[in-house]
């Protein structure tokens, strides 16, 4: 996967587990769902920002770089 950077787009490969971060209920994050990458942590890991599409954030998890796909909007030039 190409280095995730702050503020990359991803989308989970997996379900995950969640928080919702104003009630407090347990989420279930469903493959597909997309995220906002936060932080790259040390070990292995991303802190995900998910929000609706109001911009408002329902939950923040810890996701390993094996569950997340970055998402590409622009073109990539092949080298002849």
């Not at 702050?6 to 928080?19: G, H, N, P």
């Not at 932080?39 to 998890?61: K, N, S, V, Y």
Request: hydrophobic letters at 50%; one cysteine or more; charged letters at 25%.
């Amino acid at each position: 996967m190409a280095e995730l950077q702050d503020y990359d787009l991803v989308v989970l490969l997996t379900d995950i587990s969640a928080m919702h971060k104003v009630t407090r209920d347990p989420l279930i994050l469903k493959r597909g769902q997309v995220g906002t990458v936060l932080m790259r942590l040390e070990e292995g890991a991303c802190l995900i920002d998910f929000a609706d599409q109001q911009g408002e954030t329902f939950a923040m998890e810890t996701v390993e770089l094996v569950n997340l796909l970055k998402l590409i909007h622009e073109p990539v030039l092949a080298i002849a």
